[in-house]
């Protein structure tokens, strides 16, 4: 994903733009039926800052499985993982901002699993002052579900 850090000359036309913050689902093209394009949800403002979501469940998956292809993805991808943790099933990564003099956003993935159900929740958190594109986040936030249910 892309994330840039919005110069200050254009703060005041973004706050003109953004009012509000924003909250809830994002719509999707009418075919987009895939999990990850129909629960995807950003919240926050420019701003403020912004935090993207989604998630997958999956009946008779398998938890340890599904949390190793999403370390995997992540890491093909070219995220920094900073702190993966098998047991609670989480995974933290960083993706540098571009023009952010060292800032990063961070990626968590968590893998839970109920009654014969595997789920795994994406969360991307942007900074104030931060932009990216939403339908960039969606499509990464895609790929890594489509990846953690792949079949072999």
Known sequence: MNVSRVPWDM???AGMLTGCASEGPVPTTANDTRPCAMNFAV??????????TSFEERLDANK???????????????YN??????DLGIVSALNPIIMGKGSRATLNVAVSDSQNRVRVD???????LTGTSTSAV?????????????TI
């Open 64 to 78: 340890r499985v599904v949390y190793k292809r999403v370390v995997r993805t992540l890491t093909t991808k070219g």
């Open 138 to 150: 969606r499509e990464e936030f895609c790929v890594i579900l489509r990846d953690a249910f792949a």
């Open 122 to 128: 994406t969360t991307f958190a942007i900074p104030g």
């Open 11 to 13: 703060l005041f036309g």
């Open 81 to 86: 993982v900073t702190s993966p943790n098998k």
């Open 43 to 52: 919240t926050g403002s420019m701003l403020a800052g912004q935090t993207f």
